[in-house]
C-alpha cells in the first residue's frame, strides 16, 4: 500500500514540473515600463528585452501596465504579444511623444484611453499593430513625417486613428472597423495644421459616425484609393479645408453622404471617385464651400439625390449621377441651393427627375459651343444641325434645341450621346465647285478643292487620318489632330490630270480611334463631273452656253466684291483659283466647238 502511494506522488509530481512550461501567465507589471534615453529598460524584471539597445522585443504579454519610450532610433516588436490595460478610458498604453525615429510593430494594445499616443513625434512608424478597446485607438498631436501602415484599428468608442495639427503622415493600408460615437470617424486629421497628410489605400467599415473626416483648416490633404462602408459620412471634408484631394475612392452604403464638402471648404478636387447607395446624397457641397472642382465621379443609387450643390462657383464637369440604376426610384439627379456653379459634360442617367432647384438658384448648364452641356437621359435629341446657333447643317454630337433644367437654367447645348466618348466625324464635305447647277464640273487635267470639316465630338484630344476616295479608289490622305469638341476644315487639292471622263463620288472618311463605339458619322460624300476643258455646263459639247456662262461670270471672284448683277460661277472658274478672268475665258474659246466622242 504504502509502495502505490509512493508511486501516485512521484507520477503526480512528474505531471506537475512536465506542465510548468504550458502554465507561465502573462506577465502582471502594473505601473509603467520606461525605455529610458540611455537605452535601459526599467524598472526591472520586465518582459521586454533588448540586446543592443535598439531593438526591443516583447517576450510574453503586458497587463495592467503602460509604456513610455524616450529613446529615439529603435525598433519596438511586439511579437505578438499583448500590451492591456486597466479599462476603456484609462491612461496610455504605448506612448511615443517627443521620439525620433521610432518603430513599433506586431502589437496588440487594448483597453486604454489612448491606445498609442504620439506627441510632438516625428518620423516614427507604427506598423501591423492591432489597437482595440480604447476611447481612441492610436493619437497623434503636433506629430510630424510619421507613417501608420498596415494597422488593424477597431472597436474603439471615439476615434480609430485621430491626427490634430499634424502634418506631412502617411496613413495606409490599415483596416479600421466599427470605431466611433458621437462625432467620431475611423481616420481623422483635425485642427489647425493637419496638413499635407496622406490618407490611401485604407480598407474603413462601419465607422459610426464616418470613415475619414478632415476637418478645420487640414489643407493639401490626399485622400486616395480607400474602400469606406457604411457610417454616417463616408469621406467628410469640413470646416474651412482647402486644396485638399479627394480621388479613387469607393464609398459604399453611408448613411448620410458618400462625400461631403461642409462649411466654406474651398480649391478642393473632388475626383474618380465611385459613390453608392448613401442615404442621402452621394456627393454633398455644402453651406459655402465654394471653387472646388469635382470631376469623372460616379454616383450611384442614392436614396435622395446624387449630388447636392449649396455653395457656389463650383466647376462639375464629367461626372456620372445614376439615382435609379434604370428603373427610376424617385430620386433627383442633382440639387441646388446656390447660384453660380458650372455643370458641364455630365452623365444625368435615368434619375427621377433629373434636377431639383427650389430657390430658383441659376448656374451654367454648358461649356458654350463647341464644347457642349451635359447628357440627360430621356431627353428626345434631335441633331441634324451645328454651330453656335445650331442652324447650320450637320449634326455635331449637340441636340438641336436646350434642355430646359427648370424655368431659370437653360443646358444650351446638351449632348446626344453619353460623356466621356470617343468620337470623330466628318460634319461636312464641300468641293470649290459648291453650288454649280446643274452639274459641278471639272476640266479634264485640272484640279478641285475638297474642303473637309472634321471634329472632335469625344472628351479626348486625339490624332486621327482623313482618306478621300474618288469612285472607291484612294486619292489623298491627311492627318489632324483635335482637341475635346473642336472642328478643322482640312483642305485637299485634287488633280484630274490622267482621270477619264465621267461622273465621280468623292468621299471623305474619318479613320475610326481606338474606342470609337459610333462611326455613323466618319463618312461623308459629294460628287463632280470630269468633262471636256470648256465644257463649263457638262452637257458634253464646248459651245455658245459655255461661251456666254463664262461672260456673265467675267470679272468675279469667290470673295468679290463682285460686280453689280453678276455671281462667281465655281464651274467657269476652270483653273480653280478662285476667280472667273480672261485665262478661263481664252480656255473656252480655244475649245469652242469641241465635243466629247
Avoid at 510593430?105 to 487594448?110: A, C, D, E, R
Avoid at 424617385?330 to 434619375?351: E, P, Q, T
Avoid at 470623330?424 to 478643292?449: F, I, R, Y
Avoid at 482623313?466 to 476644315?489: D, I, P, Q
Wanted: glycine share 12%.
Amino acid at each position: 500500500m504504502n509502495r502505490l502511494v509512493s508511486w501516485a506522488m512521484v507520477i503526480t509530481l512528474l505531471v506537475n514540473v512536465l506542465a510548468l512550461p504550458f502554465l507561465v501567465r502573462p506577465a502582471n507589471a502594473t505601473g509603467t515600463i520606461y525605455i529610458n534615453a540611455d537605452g535601459s529598460i526599467s524598472p526591472q524584471p520586465t518582459p521586454i528585452q533588448s540586446a543592443d539597445n535598439i531593438t526591443y522585443i516583447f517576450t510574453n504579454d503586458i497587463m495592467n501596465s503602460s509604456i513610455i519610450v524616450q529613446r529615439n532610433n529603435t525598433l519596438i516588436d511586439g511579437k505578438g504579444h499583448m500590451l492591456q490595460g486597466q479599462g476603456i478610458g484609462i491612461g496610455t498604453g504605448l506612448d511615443l511623444s517627443y521620439t525620433e525615429n521610432v518603430t513599433v510593430q506586431n502589437t496588440t494594445i487594448t483597453a486604454f484611453n489612448y491606445g498609442m499616443l504620439l506627441s510632438l513625434s516625428s518620423h516614427d512608424s507604427v506598423r501591423a499593430n492591432i489597437v482595440a478597446n480604447c476611447s481612441i485607438g492610436i493619437y497623434a498631436q503636433s506629430s510630424l513625417n510619421s507613417t501608420f501602415c498596415g494597422n488593424s484599428i477597431s472597436l474603439n468608442n471615439q476615434f480609430g486613428l485621430q491626427l490634430l495639427s499634424s502634418s506631412g503622415n502617411v496613413i495606409s493600408a490599415n483596416n479600421v472597423t466599427n470605431n466611433g460615437g458621437g462625432s467620431g470617424y475611423g481616420i481623422s486629421l483635425g485642427w489647425s495644421g493637419s496638413n499635407r497628410n496622406n490618407i490611401t489605400d485604407n480598407e474603413l467599415k462601419d465607422n459610426n459616425y464616418g470613415g475619414i473626416g478632415v476637418y478645420w483648416s487640414s489643407d493639401f490633404n490626399l485622400v486616395a484609393r480607400n474602400s469606406v462602408v457604411g457610417g454616417s459620412q463616408g469621406i467628410d471634408l469640413s470646416n474651412t479645408s482647402s486644396n485638399c484631394t479627394i480621388v479613387d475612392n469607393n464609398v459604399t452604403g453611408c448613411g448620410t453622404s458618400g462625400i461631403r464638402l461642409y462649411g466654406y471648404n474651398s480649391n478642393n478636387t473632388i475626383a474618380r471617385n465611385r459613390i453608392i447607395a448613401c442615404g442621402w446624397y452621394g456627393l454633398d457641397v455644402f453651406s459655402e464651400s465654394n471653387n472646388n472642382e469635382i470631376t469623372q465621379n460616379v454616383i450611384e443609387a442614392e436614396r435622395y439625390a446624387g449630388m447636392r450643390l449649396g455653395g457656389t462657383l463650383n466647376d462639375v464637369f464629367a461626372n456620372e449621377v445614376s439615382t435609379g440604376q434604370g428603373i427610376g426610384n424617385g430620386a433627383y439627379g442633382i440639387v441646388i441651393y446656390a447660384s453660380g456653379n458650372f455643370v458641364y459634360h455630365n452623365n444625368f442617367l435615368w434619375n427621377s427627375p433629373h434636377t431639383y432647384n427650389p430657390y430658383a438658384c441659376n448656374s451654367t448648364w454648358d461649356d458654350g459651343y463647341p464644347s457642349g452641356g451635359n447628357y440627360w437621359s430621356g431627353y428626345p435629341a434631335v441633331d441634324q444641325k451645328n454651330g453656335p446657333y445650331q442652324n447650320e447643317t450637320g449634326s455635331d454630337g449637340i441636340g438641336d434645341s436646350p434642355y430646359i433644367v427648370d424655368p431659370n437654367n437653360l443646358d444650351h447645348y446638351p449632348l446626344t450621346a453619353p460623356w466621356p466618348s470617343n468620337d470623330v466625324a466628318l460634319l461636312n464635305l464641300t468641293t470649290s465647285k459648291l453650288g454649280c447647277k446643274p452639274t459641278p464640273t471639272v476640266g479634264e487635267n485640272c484640279s478641285v478643292l475638297i474642303n473637309a470639316t472634321v471634329g472632335n465630338l469625344g472628351s479626348y484630344a486625339e490624332g486621327f487620318d482623313v482618306v478621300v476616295y474618288a469612285n472607291g479608289t484612294e486619292v489623298a490622305r491627311g492627318n489632324m489632330g483635335l482637341a475635346s469638341r473642336c472642328h478643322a476644315v482640312m483642305n485637299f487639292n485634287l488633280s484630274t490630270v490622267g482621270w477619264a471622263k465621267g461622273n465621280y463620288t468623292i468621299r471623305a472618311y474619318a479613320e475610326p480611334i481606338q474606342g470609337e463605339a459610333n462611326t455613323t458619322n466618319n463618312l461623308l460624300e459629294d460628287w463632280f463631273v470630269v468633262t471636256l476643258l470648256g465644257d463649263v455646263n457638262g452637257d458634253g459639247k464646248v459651245d455658245v452656253k459655255d461661251v456666254y456662262a463664262t461672260a456673265l461670270a467675267f470679272g468675279t471672284s469667290l470673295d468679290g466684291p463682285n460686280p453689280e448683277g453678276r455671281r462667281y460661277n465655281p464651274n467657269c472658274d476652270i483653273n480653280d483659283d478662285y476667280m472667273v478672268d480672261v485665262k478661263d475665258y481664252y480656255i473656252v474659246c480655244r475649245h469652242y466647238g469641241e465635243v466629247d466622242p
